[in-house]
Nanobody, 123 residues
């Protein structure tokens, strides 16, 4: 069982930055791929970025070059550094954990989810 708690969301102006954190419980954090997803009102949950236990990273095209995913396995913590934020980045951001998957961008492949943190980017 893995419990995930996100923090770091808030209101920021376009062009600004935020850093999200996701604290994970459990002793096997490093064995999970950890991802960030987001969901805007009226839209489906979408993939943002994922990092494997060994450090390989994957990004959605919409955030490449602006967002950076990282993890600290010693602290059981996942991060998402978001720079050059745009109003279209406004959403609830969720962290998620997957032990095994075939499609890294597919939400159903992730077993555990946090409660989400709101990010609002004003224009």
């Amino acid at each position: 069982q893995v419990q995930l708690v996100e923090s770091g969301g808030g209101l920021v102006q376009a062009g600004g930055s935020l850093r999200l954190s996701c604290a994970a419980s459990g002793r096997t954090f490093s064995s999970y791929a950890m991802g960030w997803f987001r969901q805007a009102p009226g839209k489906e949950r979408e993939f943002v970025a994922t990092i494997r236990g060994g450090g390989a990273t994957y990004y959605a095209d919409s955030v490449k070059g602006r967002f950076t995913i990282s993890r600290d396995n010693a602290k059981n913590t996942l991060y998402l550094q978001m720079n050059s934020l745009k109003p279209e980045d406004t959403a609830v951001y969720y962290c998620a954990a997957a032990r095994y998957f075939t499609d890294i961008m597919s939400p159903p492949q992730y077993e555990y989810w946090g409660q989400g943190t709101q990010v609002t980017v004003s224009s």
